[in-house]
């Protein structure tokens, strides 16, 4: 056999699965939504951080464990974070909420924190290890329960000025009816924050949870003009919705944009 022919056929066996090609990423442009955190040379950030956000029962749980056993097997060390995950604030804020003993602006400035220890202490350092940080929620949703709550828009993007923005922001679109079907098959209760239970919509929680959820939805496409994230339609089966987000973030990792 030819040197030529020995290396197609080589290269023939060792041809991986479709699925599971490792995409080398591509180099993205950095940049902090504003001010950023002191000291760090974005430069060196070779990993890429994609954000699932979406109401409660959004789907986002499922598709990131999804989106980890993908990247895994195609050879990406993954970091998962998440909204009160820090291990400086997040017992505190639970006891904080369980509570209810916080003005909105402390409350703001517990989750801003938990946040932030999370971006320098997580985040920041395995995108310098050039990992993949695959974020459930982001400032967007810290911002959004804020801002229906009355409080003031540029006060927070200012805040929120800390953060890195993200390789792509992809916000699962779920009808409230249908959040509560999901909530209740898998809690059997709605949760009193995320039925807005504190700002006093309505007194029937299921009611509450419709309304509140309606206005996260209206606050999130507000922030969209400013922050785009690209909208999915999760009313789908897991799997194409799961299928479509590969398709998106394998466009991110060879540096392309995504519609
Ligand atoms: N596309 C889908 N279609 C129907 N049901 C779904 C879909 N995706 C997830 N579910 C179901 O909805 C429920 C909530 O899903 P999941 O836990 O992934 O959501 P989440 O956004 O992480 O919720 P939480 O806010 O509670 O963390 C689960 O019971 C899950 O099996
Ligand atoms: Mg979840």
């Known amino acids: 056999m030819s040197a030529a022919k020995r290396n197609e056929s080589v290269a023939k066996a060792s041809k991986p699965a479709r699925d599971t090609r490792v995409i080398v990423p591509q180099k993205s442009k950095r940049r902090f939504y504003g001010h950023g955190i002191p000291g760090v040379d ?17 789907g986002r749980s499922t598709q990131i464990q999804m989106l980890v056993d993908w990247l895994e097997s195609a050879g ?8 009160k995950r820090s291990t400086l604030v997040s017992e505190e804020l639970d006891r904080a909420q369980e509570g ?28 310098r290890a050039g990992q993949m940080v695959l974020s459930d929620r982001y400032i967007y949703t810290l911002m959004a329960r804020d801002i229906v709550r009355g409080m003031d828009e540029k006060w927070l993007k200012n805040l929120y000025g800390m953060a890195l923005v993200p390789d792509a922001v992809f916000y699962l679109n779920v009808a409230p009816a249908e959040l509560v079907q ?22 029937d929680m299921f009611d509450s949870f419709l309304k509140y959820q309606a206005l996260m939805l209206k606050t ?9 994230f690209h909208i999915i339609d999760a009313h789908r089966p897991v799997e194409v919705i799961n299928a479509d987000l590969r398709k998106k973030i394998g466009a991110v990792l060879v540096g392309h944009h995504i519609e």
């Open 42 to 58: 974005i430069n060196q950030l070779a990993g890429k951080l994609i954000v699932v956000e979406g109401a409660d029962g959004s």
């Open 76 to 83: 990406h060390s993954t970091v998962q974070v998440g909204l």
């Open 100 to 127: 209810n003993i916080l003005s909105r602006t402390t409350l703001s400035l517990f989750y801003a924190t938990d946040f932030a220890d999370q971006l320098e202490n997580i985040i920041l350092p395995a995108l």
């Open 182 to 203: 999901r909530t209740f098959a898998k809690y059997s209760i709605l949760d009193f924050w995320e039925s807005g239970m504190d700002i006093g919509l309505s007194r």
């Open 220 to 228: 999130f496409k507000s922030l969209q003009s400013t922050y785009g």
